[in-house]
């Protein structure tokens, strides 16, 4: 039984359009004409309890629409959707204690008052037993490592300080699931790379299934396993990131300097060559020819003074794949 | 219940420490005074110069007056995160949190503000309460003092409802949203008008609307005497429930409205 | 100069426009105007007719002068809020005039322009929907309550030359306001409170003429009696012509001291702010 389930789950706003020129200002001031978007069109998809999901998609592809309807704040007008055997918006109180939400952009620590009273507070809102949440919260402390920051108003916080506060106090009552829209939208290396480490492992140690909304592909890559595509409000793709990257970048390429510029030759396997002077390019399909038989192939028959298996981009591979799928 | 309590309390002590912390605190507080005696300024000024107005003194306007300002102080002390609610909240998308906590709205709302340089408004008026009962020659008896509280407390319920309308029509317009001035600071200021003389609709919407008349003018009448039946001055209490429980109808409507558009 | 002043009249334009979208917020703004001026004029007639020490015209106000005054104020009130800008207040909070400085415009003008065009909109449309109320009671026979003609042709030709010079006033006051708010770190307290003694001084709570005889030689001498005061006693013909010119000179003469000290607080406020760097 799957922890979370969406069935058919559609969504349409109503959005306002301005009219331009002089004459449409003063005509707009009378009359005002709406567009209806979808944003959301028959999505279904199933999540099992400790998975780490990915939700990718260009801006306004229903990313954050589909958050806020797994979260319960948004009513979607038609489908079905079930999250630990309730419906999140019918039932808001019972499904939010279990719940946990990041918005990358949005803090819900109280601004003017110390990062530990905030932390407190959400003890109270959350009817956290006092013993547990002690507990709890210097086990999140140590590991994020925050302890010299609790006593600093959260406005004097730098973005790094305060994203790690945020995840901390989303995961103080202990919820099942946790939403995270965009986390590390504005963060340096190291925040980065800490905060990955620190969900990976409340994942794997305390089985916390995590939905990540993000633009940043190292994230994905570094977390999940699963990747779903969004794109104008239907689900484009759902499946391990391994199978998203075969689909839409098949191909690999190898890098390689010769001693002596030597004219082409056809290496087994390849599917493209590109010499210039000593430098060589060479794509392959690694379905078909994995790299090492390539990278034999070529010191074979190449004097090969250097040479790099070059790592997918998957930012462009993205962006291929949003071009294709007419994004 | 008691758990949603205790956590507003939390809410205010925590707003109040980190207002005080605010160097301009005890300047806001001399701010609140000023408008507070600005305010009536008009209407003393008028007595000065006019006497009255056949039986009504000054110190009976002031009374009926400082009850609705006292009350509008109350609700504007302790539930104004409903009238900062359009502006702040809902603005800036922070209400969509609320709803992402597993804690009644009403109370997260209500504790989202308070700031303690309101309090002076209602200080003020208790002290002007005081003065005028006692100019006009009332006892302070226990029977005087229960209609008195039940006043305050059903105008408190009352102007609480005013702004908790307010929020609920804000999750559909906020830039239309002015005229709801006419209910918080213009309607204490109806009062100023010897209620004799006032035209009978503005006595039918502040009495059978939004009772404003109810948890001032007739709670007065009744300690002061003035020829108002004697049940008339214990109506404020119902009053307010009743015009507070309209307003929730209003605000659940909203925050429905709100969970199926979105921000 | 040139440039400023076409820079100027252009934001002007565009400000206009993006307040015309606002209708439903201008309609509501002009409900309560309508509301508070019909509670001000009831009080002013229950007063006047049933008061105790009645009499019919109390240092040259009358009762339909009375009303007419009082709509009035609701009208000129739309000159005296904001009492800083909106936009220039965020700039001045959070730092921004370094980017100000930038620009190759007189500073002074610029945001003269600036609050000059935020307060035309309100004025015009919330300030005219409340007149035109008014007048639709007086039209419709309430014209007691209602708000009445001008005195004279004449009258109502120097009343419209002091409305303009009160607009320019106001924004001339509102320019001095904003000039001591640079670069204040102590929050916004004291500048409400003196937009609301400006508006209580300018009659808006209370015909001047109606406060006490001792305080009414200051009351018409003080600036703020060129918001309303001025103009309405022009309006409802309640001065003489020749002490009509005379406010009207006052006026200017307030609205040039405001401009001077305007601006020369603010460049000494803005060579402090580029000295610490903003």
């Not at chain 1, 690999?252 to 000593?278: L, M, Y």
């Not at chain 2, 002061?224 to 659940?252: K, M, N, Q, V």
């Not at chain 3, 003008?109 to 639709?136: D, E, L, P, Q």
Request: hydrophobic share 50%.
């Amino acid at each position: 039984m799957a922890q979370i389930s969406l069935n058919e789950i559609s969504k349409t706003f109503k959005v306002e359009e301005r009219l331009e020129g002089k004459l449409g200002i003063i005509r707009g001031a009378l009359v005002r004409k709406t567009k209806e978007i979808k944003a959301l069109d028959s999505i279904s998809f199933e999540i099992n309890e400790g998975e780490l999901v990915g939700y990718i998609g260009p801006n306004g592809a229903g990313k954050s629409t589909t958050v806020k309807v797994m979260s319960g704040i948004l009513t979607p007008e038609s489908g079905r959707c079930e999250i630990m055997g309730r419906t999140p918006w019918k039932d808001r109180l019972n499904h939010v204690s279990q719940i946990g939400v990041v918005f990358g952009q949005r803090s819900q620590l109280w601004w003017d008052v110390p990062v530990n009273d905030s932390f407190d507070l959400l003890k109270d809102i959350y009817d956290i037993p006092a013993n547990r949440h002690k507990e709890r919260l210097n086990q999140l402390v140590d590991t994020m490592n925050i302890g010299t920051l609790l006593k600093t108003p959260v406005r004097q916080l730098s973005l790094g300080q305060r994203m790690c506060c945020e995840v901390v106090a989303a995961l103080l009552h202990n919820p099942k699931i946790l939403f995270l829209d965009e986390p590390t939208i504005g963060l340096d290396a190291v925040s980065k790379l800490a905060l990955r480490e620190f969900l990976k492992n409340e994942n794997k140690q305390n089985g916390v299934t995590m939905i990540l909304t993000t633009h940043d592909m190292d994230d994905i890559e570094a977390l999940c396993d699963r990747v779903m595509v969004i794109g104008h409000g239907k689900l484009l793709f759902n499946g391990k990131l391994d199978g998203l990257k075969r689909q839409f970048s098949p191909l690999r390429c190898i890098h390689a300097i010769t001693e002596n510029p030597i004219g082409e030759t056809s290496i087994f396997g390849a599917v493209k060559i590109d010499v210039i002077d000593r430098e060589w390019t060479v794509w392959f399909d690694p379905v078909k020819t994995p790299a090492h038989k390539i990278v034999a192939e070529m010191a074979e028959k190449l004097p090969l003074v250097d040479i790099t298996i070059v790592e997918r981009d998957i930012d462009e591979m993205i962006a291929a794949m949003y071009r294709e799928m007419d994004l | 219940m008691f758990k949603d309590l205790k956590l507003y309390c939390k809410y205010i002590k925590m707003h109040i420490l980190s207002g005080l912390e605010y160097k301009g605190w005890w300047m806001m507080c001399i701010q609140t005074i000023f408008i507070v005696i600005t305010d009536p300024i008009a209407a003393v000024l008028m007595f000065s110069r006019f006497g009255g107005v056949g039986v009504w003194t000054m110190e009976r306007i002031l009374l009926i007056y400082s009850l609705a300002v006292t009350s509008f102080g109350l609700a504007e002390s302790f539930c104004r995160g409903f009238d900062y609610f359009p502006w702040k909240m809902i603005q800036s998308g922070d209400f969509d949190r609320l709803l992402l906590r597993p804690r009644s709205l009403f109370i997260q709302v209500a504790g989202s503000y308070f700031h303690i340089h309101r309090l002076p408004r209602v200080l003020t008026g208790i002290c002007v309460i005081i003065w005028a009962v006692y100019r006009l020659h009332i006892p302070f008896s226990i029977l005087n003092l229960t209609i008195l509280l039940l006043a305050l407390i059903g105008g408190f319920l009352t102007y609480t409802g005013v702004f908790v309308m307010t929020s609920g029509i804000a999750f559909f317009t906020v830039k239309g949203l002015d005229w709801i001035y006419i209910f918080t600071n213009a309607s204490y200021n109806v009062t100023r008008c010897p209620i004799d003389y006032l035209p009978k609709i503005l006595w039918g919407v502040f009495t059978f609307f939004m009772p404003m008349f109810v948890i001032s003018y007739y709670p007065a009448a009744a300690i002061c005497g003035w020829g108002e039946p004697l049940i008339t001055g214990f109506l404020a209490l119902p009053a307010g429930i009743a015009f507070l429980g309209f307003s929730l109808i209003i605000w659940r409507i909203g925050v429905r409205h709100y969970k199926s558009t979105g921000s | 100069m040139r440039r400023t002043l076409k820079a100027g009249l252009s934001l002007f334009r565009i400000r206009a426009i993006e307040g015309l979208q606002y209708r439903l917020a201008a309609l509501s703004g002009a409900t309560v105007s309508t509301f508070w001026a019909l509670i001000e004029a009831v009080i002013l007639v229950v007063f006047f007719k049933y008061g105790n020490n009645t009499a019919g015209s109390i240092n040259g106000l009358n009762l339909s002068q009375g009303v007419s005054y009082i709509w009035l104020g609701e009208l000129m009130v739309m000159l005296q809020i904001p009492g800083i800008d909106g936009d220039l207040m965020v700039k001045i909070t959070s730092g921004d005039i370094g980017i100000e400085l930038c620009r190759p415009l007189d500073l002074y003008w610029h945001w003269f322009s600036r609050s000059a065009a935020g307060k035309v909109n309100a004025f015009i449309i919330r300030g005219g929907m409340v007149i035109a109320c008014g007048s639709a009671l007086t039209l419709f026979g309430a014209d007691h309550i209602g708000f009445g003609l001008p005195h004279s042709p004449v009258n109502f030709g120097l009343f419209l030359i002091s409305v303009f010079s009160a607009f320019l006033f106001s924004t001339a006051y509102s320019m001095f306001v904003t000039a001591i708010r640079v670069g204040v770190a102590w929050g916004d307290g004291p500048m409400y409170l003196i937009t609301v003694a400006g508006t209580v001084l300018s009659g808006g709570y209370l015909p001047l003429q109606l406060w006490p005889d001792s305080m009414q030689t200051f009351l018409r001498i003080q600036p703020f009696a060129s918001y309303l005061d001025t103009p309405a006693r022009l309006y409802i013909g309640s001065v003489t012509l020749k002490n009509g010119l005379l406010m009207l000179l006052l006026q200017v003469a307030w609205i040039a001291a405001f401009v001077f000290f305007g601006r020369m607080i603010m460049k000494h406020k803005l060579k402090a702010v580029v000295v610490q760097g903003g």
